[in-house]
Structures are given as structure tokens and as C-alpha cells.
């Protein structure tokens, strides 16, 4: 059994509450308040930048050049899905530039951050996997229930489930089950573990999208 | 006017609310419900031994002597006080060795840990020191407002205002102010937000413990 | 004056010293022993992947989409270099796929590794800059040079002054001159060292090639 | 067979070169140069400001309290030496304060440093330790051979020999071992690989020391 098969079991019953939590129904059947839809888009804009400098530092790991270039292209591809958020979303809902991280935000972020810069790169690379593969898949799933023209979220949806993204998540996945065929029991073990946290962290991030959680203090 | 002082006005009204808040007032008064305070405990102990790793970074980061050696003598320290809490009061308490970390307590050693391996050197050193002049400030505050020996925190009490820490706490303010004295505005007023949210991360730390609190998925 | 027309200016005396010795003069005039210029291939096929991870490593430390792209972008084009010296001259000449470096080699990818993570950002930016700037300022001499097609090392010389790598270059420059703008006098000072640094370890590599230098142990 | 016990076996070689080396035989015999042996105790302490940072950065990267505080300790140990050498030799010698590195000595703390920073942790834990092993063990084979009081370096002779130094070698030794056992056969072969490059690295220390290295440009 590859690895990620390992790994997606493990997170199944996380994966399941994602796809019936209440923003991603809400998404789905267009009755998400456009507040709650905006809150999101400004955490994902923050969310993509921080992403997109963690690929690259697992990039600055990597050991041969055909790793080095796969995370610094995800890097690319995540700055460039910012970049395309501020530009259509954001000038379209009259956003500021600036977005503050929201606490589950933040905790996302720097989780993935500091396991790229301490954890052994095995380990780093899976902690970001969720963000492809569980994003992917629910967002495949929200795109196949689609049955009319309606949503006002359609155009989002539609983003979701590209080709070029599917791309990347493969990618992202072939690279994971590589490095976990040559790591040891132990190393496994620690790489479910992340790849676990990083999917809890992916329900938190929708879970306080919606709450449009705030700082206490 | 040091930055220090800068920094500690900007934080006043959060430090005003970590003094009033339950958590503190309920262990002052020796109220705090016994399994509070326990979570709050093994919380602690997961934190310290992050803060430490934190703290041996920074020192990697330092370019003289003094500086280098000041931090790891930090981290030392943060490990030792760990060890004296499993030493102590783990044993007391029965509690696991190994802790989980609550979403605060991740939330707060992750962003320390990111400060240390991607801000610029200044910026991780003001990140980490709300968890010195706080943690102090607090320890003092509560120990003055002690009149009888009732407390049943009051081992635990005695502790937070030793000598020894005092010491540690007078040379984290020095680092960061001579450090500061030579930056320019904006690396300054980056620091001031870094202590600012590693402030309201502490006002977190002691909220989640009080909340007992659990991840949702 | 911009930082990097006082960087330019100190470092005047090592980039006239690379532009005459016996490695450029013979790789322009067409006269360099083809068994130096291999030995140099190979050593530029390992530099060039370590300078990738390199960028990608201060790419992840940047805190704006641009930045952080530019140097994800810097990274992928290293990479493609490394790439494109594997596919045409390593099958040409049937070198090993696998390289080791020399200590120059070794000297210089490890030097600019380690301000990528232990620098200030700004510093680290300009430890990589001689690898653009020198490099294509001795390419354009040598293009320059070039008065027949008789030339063994032509098609390596064309390349050397191609226009995407121009404007790789004028933008990692602009960068360092934007950072050292908002930096203070002590960190444009440590700029200058670095940026000298790593200009007098180009030298070294160039050096070293000419030498086929061998470790002693 | 310890993992130690094969990586001392591979690096035999250049460990009896290390000890027949000019420089170690002449340091031995009391006939070293004075002018290289100030140049070697200024490169030693250039070397040990570069190693304490590298094993506070290790330190930073380990998950459990032993470790984290047996680096940060390790780090403390060697700043402290370093501090030992200036406010001792460096007075009796009337050396400046700032110390330049050599090349070799630039090449060996930059390799450690990285190694520290982008390698796992396993890695980077054996890059360091032949500056304990190899170290002591020429320490301790010169101490071995003095026979009168005559030798201009007895004071540093015996500082080679320690107790306290011995301790230290001897937790790192374990630590290396310990590790390498959780290791599978490709982490086992880079940690053999890294341990050879760091003991070539003492070898080119002491060169450059004998030569009193230079930089060409």
C-alpha cells in the first residue's frame, strides 16, 4: 500500500466533516452569505502567500533538480493564484490590499512554515500536501455537484477544478509516495502525523472562514 | 524612549487583560480549579521545550560572541525549567510525558519558531521575549498580591518570581533594545508587531488553558 | 548613489582581475584546453543547483508576492540552466551525470547557502547577486570580444549573453538597490562585504576550473 | 557494528594523515613556528563563534529535551572556548579582535552551517562531530607523546586533553549513534559521507593553518 493511500485513510473521517461542514455545503448549493465568501478569499489571499514561501523553502532542501524545480514551480503557482485572487475578487468586492490572518489562519501558516524549516524535508513535504490533495478533492466534489448555472459562486467553483491544478496535486503526491518509500518506519509514521495535523488545519481554515473569526484580544 | 518602553506602551492594554483575566485571578486567589490548572501545566511543558528550540535558534542566528552564547544560555534554561516541571509536577499529578499541544499552544510556538528561521534576526528576537518581561510582569504582580500561605499555587507562585529568571528577563530587554537602537523605522515598528502578537499569544495561552481547550475536529 | 553603484565601484578591482586572467582570456580567444573548459561545465552544473536551492530559500524568507516570485522565478531558471548543461553538453562531452565539486566549488555554494539562512534577508539577497551581475557583465565582454565564428566555445559564449538572462539580472539587481533604499548604514555596510565575498569567490571558481583543482585529501 | 565504529574506519585515511601532518608533528615536537601557530589559534577562534552557531541551529532542530539542551549546551561550550582563547592568547599574542577566515576555515564553517540548516537533522549532527571526534583524538595522541615540560605549547597541549572536552566528545559520539541507528541505509550512507567531508575539512584546517592560507584576490 502506497503511502498516501496510508495517509488518505488515516484523514478520511477529517476529509468527511470538511465535505459536510457548513461552508462548504453552503458553497455548494449558493447559500453562503457573500460575507462569509469575502472573510474567506482575503484569509486565502494571506494563506497562498504564506504557502508559496514555505514551497520555496522546501525547494532550498531539496537535493537534486528536478525536486528543487517542482516546489520552486509551486511557489510560482501559488503567488500567481494570489496574485489572480487581488486582482479579479478583490477589486471586484473592493478588498484592502492588506489582509490581517485570522488566529487559524496564522496557526496554518506558521505550522507549515516552521515544519519547513526544521522538520526533515520528508515530513515538511507532507504537511503541505493537504493543501493540494484535500483542497483538490473538495473542490472536485463540490464541482460535480453543480447542476445549474446559478450559484453565485460559480466562477470560484469552476477554479477549483482545473486542469493545471491537477497537475500540481499529482505532482505534490507522486513526490510524497517517493520519499515515504524511502523512509523508515519511524519517518512514516511522523509523516502521517503531519500530513494529519495539516488536514485538521485545512477544516480549521473553512471552520473560522466561517465563524469570520476574530482575535479575542 | 527605549524601544522597550515603546513596545511595552503599545502592549499595555493586552497586559492589562491578561492581569484581570480568570486564569490569573483564580490561581492568585488560589480559586483556579485543580484540573485548570493541570492543563495549563502540561501545556506549559510542551511550550517551554519549543521555546527552547526557539530560543537555540536565534542563538544560530546571532553574530558575536555574547549574543550567541546569551540565547543558548536561554534555551538551557527553558529545557531546565521543563525538566523541573516533569520532575515535579508531573510526577505529582500523574500526567503522560508526552503532551499534546492545544490550537493556542501551536498557534504560539509555531509563530515563534517561523520568527526565528525567516524574520530578520531583530524581529525573532522581540517574538520571543513576551514570554520573558510578561510572563515576568504577571509572575511579580501576582506574587505581590499573595498574603497568606493558604494558595495552593503557592510553590508554583514562588517560582515565577525568581532571581534567576529575573536576571534572564533583564538581558532579553537589553538584547532587544541595543539590537533595536540600530535598526531603522521600519524594521523597528516590525518588531513593535511582533511583540505585540507574541503578547496577545501569551493572553491566548492562558484563555486556552482556562478554556480547557480541545481541537474541534 | 544607488548601493549598487558603490557595491559596483568596490568591487572594481576583483571583476578587472577576472576579466584578464587565463581563463577568460583563453575562453574568448578560443585557445583554452578543452579538459579545463569540461572540468569547468561540471563544476558549473553542481553550482547551478545549488545556487537554485539557494534561491528558493530566500524566496521562501521574502514577504511580498513580487519578491517571493522573483526569486522562485530565479530559481526555476537556475535549475533549467543546470538542466540544459546536462542535455546538450554533459551528452556531448559523456560526462558523469553525478558531479563532484571542487573546494571552490564547495567554498562558494556553501557561503551563499548559509546567508540565505542565517543572514538578514537584504544580506542574503546580494550574496547571490555576483553569480547575475559579474557573470553577465563577463559574458558581455567576452560576447564582445568575439570577432569570427572559429571559436570552439562559441555556442557557450552566445548563450552567456542572451536576453532573458539580462533581464534576470537587471531585476535582481533593482531588488538589492529597493532593500539596501530601506536598510541602515550598518546593514548596507554588511551588503557591501557580502556582495565583495561572493565576487571574489567567482573569482575562485574561475580559478579553480583553470586550476582542475583537487581536494589534497 | 555502531555506526561510529564504520565511520571512523572510513575516515582512517585521512585521520593518520591529520596526525603526521607538518603541523601536528611540529606542534607536537614544540619546533611550530610561532607566527603559525597565532595564525592557527585566530582561524580556531573565527572557527568556534561559526561552530557554537551551528550547534545552537542543531540544537533548534531536535524534538526532545535531551537533545535540545545537549546541543544548546555543546554551543555554550564552544563559545566558551572561544572566549578562553581571547582573553588568553589573543592578549599574550596582542591579536586584533576581529578575526578574518581563511579560505579553508571559511569552506569548513559555511559546510557545517548549511548542513545545519537545509540537511536532516540526522546529517548535520554527524558534520559536526569530527571537530569533537578527530579533534580530540589528535588531542590526545600529541598530549600522549610529550615527554619533558620544554614545549612552548604545553599550556595548549594539555587544554586538547581535557576531562570536560572528553565528556562533551563522548555525549556527541553517543547522540551520532543513537540517531544513526533509527536511520535507514541511504540516511546511514549520507550521514558516512558528511562525517568524511568534515574530517577532510579539519585536515584542510590545519593545512591552511601550516601554510598560512591566504586569499588570491
Known amino acids: 500500500m502506497k503511502w498516501s493511500e496510508r495517509a488518505w485513510e488515516n484523514v478520511k473521517p477529517i476529509y468527511d466533516k470538511i465535505l459536510t461542514?457548513?461552508?462548504?455545503?453552503?458553497?455548494?448549493?449558493?447559500?453562503?452569505p457573500k460575507e462569509k465568501f469575502i472573510f474567506y478569499l482575503a484569509q486565502d489571499a494571506y494563506y497562498l502567500l504564506e504557502f508559496g514561501r514555505t514551497l520555496s523553502a522546501i525547494s532550498g532542501r531539496?537535493?537534486?533538480?528536478?525536486?528543487?524545480?517542482?516546489?520552486?514551480g509551486f511557489s510560482t503557482g501559488a503567488?500567481?493564484?494570489?496574485?489572480?485572487?487581488?486582482?479579479?475578487?478583490f477589486a471586484e468586492f473592493g478588498l484592502a490590499n492588506q489582509v490581517q490572518p485570522s488566529p487559524s489562519t496564522l496557526l496554518y501558516t506558521n505550522y507549515i512554515l516552521?515544519?519547513?524549516?526544521?522538520?526533515?524535508?520528508e515530513v515538511a513535504?507532507?504537511?503541505?500536501?493537504?493543501?493540494?490533495?484535500?483542497?483538490?478533492?473538495?473542490?472536485?466534489?463540490?464541482?460535480?455537484?453543480?447542476?445549474?448555472?446559478?450559484?453565485?459562486?460559480?466562477?470560484?467553483?469552476?477554479?477549483?477544478?482545473?486542469?493545471?491544478f491537477a497537475a500540481a496535486v499529482e505532482k505534490a503526491i507522486a513526490i510524497a509516495d517517493q520519499?515515504?518509500?524511502?523512509?523508515?518506519?519511524e519517518t512514516q509514521a511522523k509523516m502521517l502525523l503531519a500530513f494529519e495535523m495539516a488536514t485538521r488545519l485545512e477544516w480549521m481554515f473553512w471552520d473560522g472562514a466561517y465563524q469570520m473569526e476574530k482575535w479575542k484580544v
Not at 531539496?62 to 520552486?72: G, L, R
Not at 466534489?141 to 445549474?148: E, L, R, S, T
Open 125 to 164: 513535504v507532507v504537511a503541505v500536501l493537504p493543501c493540494f490533495w484535500i483542497y483538490k478533492a473538495v473542490g472536485d466534489h463540490i464541482f460535480a455537484q453543480q447542476d445549474n448555472d446559478q450559484n453565485p459562486y460559480k466562477r470560484w467553483i469552476d477554479m477549483y477544478a482545473g486542469i493545471e
Open 62 to 72: 531539496m537535493q537534486n533538480a528536478e525536486m528543487i524545480m517542482a516546489f520552486a
Open 79 to 89: 503567488i500567481f493564484a494570489e496574485r489572480s485572487l487581488h486582482e479579479s475578487y
Open 114 to 121: 516552521s515544519q519547513a524549516a526544521y522538520a526533515n524535508v
Open 179 to 185: 520519499m515515504a518509500a524511502q523512509a523508515n518506519a
Open 21 to 32: 461542514m457548513p461552508f462548504n455545503q453552503e458553497l455548494s448549493n449558493g447559500t453562503l
